[in-house]
């Protein structure tokens, strides 16, 4: 994985949104306020070709939301 970003839910601070960056190993967390509309995650991962071919990162957003069902 090169890049991700994105904005994340947490279900422990549920009425703020955090955004959340990934640059080579470094990491950032950060509270950007309330939310603005519904609530929800949206990622956008950049990587080498074949990144998730034993889908790996399919499966772990799957249980992330039967969890929260």
Not at 8 to 25: H, M
Not at 46 to 65: A, C, T, V
């Amino acid at each position: 994985m090169f890049r991700a970003k994105g904005v994340l839910y947490c279900i422990d601070i549920p009425d703020t949104r955090i955004v959340f960056q990934k640059v080579g190993s470094r990491l950032e967390f950060r509270h950007d306020g309330p939310w603005r509309g519904t609530p929800e995650t949206r990622l956008v991962i950049i990587g080498e070709d074949g990144l998730d071919q034993d889908g790996f990162l399919q499966k772990q957003m799957e249980q992330s939301l039967a969890a929260r069902s």
